[in-house]
Structures are given as structure tokens and as C-alpha cells.
């Protein structure tokens, strides 16, 4: 790649993938949420992996880091309805609104969401599924950075 | 009067260090991205920051405040958690 790419992609992938925990926290008032902000920070990841290459890349994700990730977001969501099916009944019920209001004041302190619109558990629901999206993504161009390194190293050894 | 919510400055600032803890510049991939640098993109982030300026219905700083905890969590993840091992090299994650 040319050595202009190699100055800008970098601090551009760091403001994309800002802009998408941006995109993620406004999920409850703005068009965006978890996908679609996983799916602008995997941009960012990308981004810098095409250009400087898997191996010198100066944003790694490695195995365990993604494996961790996506168990954390999945399990957090899991948490999260269970929580609601445990103190209303219903899964997934929106504890920090409480619209059928039966749920004790404590709880629904406890999973508000402090900003204007005290959106309850919304916003924590977009967050593990951004959390998710923009591991999953990034481990898809991973294997396939992966896969194609793998497949040219075999036709060198052909050609040898 | 200056309005502070804590929920976006919170989870951005998480996201934004979970990110910047995986930022880690090999010295064998020639890149040199130093101080300066990223002071450039913090700047760079205030002026995005504002350009696109805060979500509807909150009050106080004409700042976009998840965009700002995002970049100071990368900034801040980036120098603790960030920083390369002694034993450390491009094969090891």
C-alpha cells in the first residue's frame, strides 16, 4: 500500500470506530444501535487491516480477546431478560422503565439509564450487541486475511 | 449550566478503552505513530464532536459526549493497557 494510506488510515480508523460508539450509545433516541455501531467500529478494524496487513496492523484482536467478547455480549443479554423475567415475569421486560409499573423502585433504579430519556435497559441492550456485531465481524475478515495468507504461502511452496 | 450524563461518558469511555487496549504498534511494522500524533487525532475528534453535537434532548456542551468518553477511552486504553510487553512480538496476541 502507499505511504499516504499508511499515514491516514490509522488515526482515520481510530475516529470511525469513535464514531461508532457514538452511533452505539444513541441507539434509543437516534437511527443507529448496537448493529449498526459494531458494524461502523469493524469498519475501522478493517480498514486499518487491509491497508497495513494482518501481521502489522496497530489494532489486533486476538483469539481470546474475541472469544471473550462475544461471550461477554451474549451472556450479558441473557442476564439482562433473564433479570426482566425474574422481577416482572416477562423476559426481556424493561426494568429501568417499568411501564406496568410492577417492579419495586429499587430495581427500576437500578437498571435505568442516566440521560435525558431514562431509556432502561435499551441502551445496556445495544451496547453488548455492539460489543458482539464488532467482534464477529472483525473475526470474519480475520479468517478470511487468514485463509487467503494461507493460500498464497501454499502457492509459493508449489512453485519452489 | 453544564448538564454531565452519566450513562453515555460511562459506556463510551468502556467501549472506547476496551478498543484502545488493543491498539499496540510493533516497532517491526515501521509504523511511527508518536505523541504528536495523537494529540492530532484528539483534536480532530473535538472538531467531529462538534460538528456533530449532541444527541437531541441533551442539554449543556454543543459536544457529541459519547464521541468525546469514545476517543479519551481509546487515548486512555491506548497508554495503560495499550503498551507492548518486553517479551512481547508481532506473533504473540
Known amino acids: 500500500m502507499s505511504t499516504i494510506l499508511k499515514i491516514f488510515v490509522f488515526p482515520a480508523a481510530l475516529i470511525v470506530m469513535t464514531l461508532g460508539i457514538d452511533t452505539i450509545l444513541g441507539g434509543h433516541i437516534t437511527p443507529g444501535g448496537g448493529f449498526q455501531g459494531g458494524a461502523i467500529i469493524a469498519g475501522g478494524f478493517i480498514f486499518c487491516v487491509i491497508v497495513y496487513g494482518l501481521k502489522d496492523s496497530p489494532i489486533k484482536f486476538s483469539h481470546d480477546f474475541i472469544a471473550r467478547l462475544e461471550s461477554v455480549g451474549a451472556l450479558t443479554y441473557v442476564f439482562l431478560g433473564l433479570a426482566g423475567l425474574i422481577f416482572s415475569g416477562y423476559y426481556l421486560y424493561n426494568l429501568g422503565v417499568d411501564l406496568y409499573q410492577i417492579v419495586p423502585p429499587f430495581i427500576k433504579n437500578l437498571f435505568d439509564y442516566p440521560d435525558p430519556l431514562h431509556a432502561g435497559i435499551i441502551p445496556y441492550l445495544n451496547f453488548v450487541v455492539g460489543l458482539k456485531v464488532f467482534v464477529g465481524l472483525s473475526a470474519v475478515v480475520i479468517a478470511f486475511l487468514g485463509f487467503k495468507g494461507e493460500i498464497e504461502e501454499e502457492g509459493e511452496e508449489e512453485e519452489i | ?93
Not at chain 2, 30 to 58: C, D, M, R
Not at chain 2, 61 to 69: E, Q
Open chain 2, 1 to 93: 449550566m453544564v448538564y454531565f450524563y452519566l450513562g453515555p461518558v460511562t459506556l463510551g469511555f468502556l467501549l472506547g478503552f476496551i478498543l484502545g487496549s488493543r491498539v499496540k504498534i510493533f516497532p517491526e511494522s515501521k509504523l511511527n505513530f508518536t505523541l504528536g500524533s495523537f494529540i492530532v487525532i484528539v483534536l480532530a475528534a473535538i472538531i467531529v464532536a462538534y460538528l456533530e453535537g449532541p444527541f437531541p434532548y441533551y442539554l449543556g456542551l454543543p459536544l457529541a459526549p459519547g464521541f468525546i468518553s469514545g476517543i479519551l477511552g481509546i487515548i486512555i486504553g491506548k497508554l495503560t493497557l495499550g503498551r507492548l510487553l518486553k517479551d512481547e512480538n508481532i506473533g504473540s496476541n
